[in-house]
């Protein structure tokens, strides 16, 4: 029996990465984001989705050190993670894939501190898929913990 992965496949620069469905609340158009003096160059800012206030993560800028430049088709990945939930901006979401489990593969990566919400790699007929974790994600992005204080007292507030 394939066990199949359902996942949201996003592109940022040429690379094509994914997300597991499990993770995902909502894919949106980029708008009304609030920038937010002092936080990390990889928060743009907060926007509100569904009533509640989060930070929106530039993937971009979280992989190559550099500002998306957002157009029509860039998106928000709305997504919640055991720590809060955040909105993950992205050159362009393409397509929920099924993906079975026996084309995932582990890789070398992931024991380095950096990268190490790379999950695995889906080796598809002609495309590679990185994964993505986005609890790892969170955990591994450098001042989350200013963010989440930040998050808490507008909540407050």
Known sequence: MVVNEKAIIFQIGNEEYGISVDYVISIEKFENITPIPNLP????????????????IDFEHVLYGHLLQHNEQSRLIVLNTEELSI???????????????????????????????????????????????????????????DILEYMQQQQVN
């Open 87 to 145: 909105g993950l901006l992205v050159k362009e979401a393409k397509e929920i894939l099924d993906i079975p489990n026996d084309a995932l593969t582990q890789i070398g990566l992931v024991a380095y501190q950096k990268t190490k919400y790379m999950s695995s790699v889906a080796n598809l007929e002609s495309r590679l898929i990185t994964m993505i974790d986005p609890n790892l994600l969170v955990h591994s992005l450098e001042g989350i913990k």
């Open 41 to 56: 160059a990889f928060v743009r800012g907060i926007v509100k989705s569904r009533g509640e206030l989060i930070p929106v």
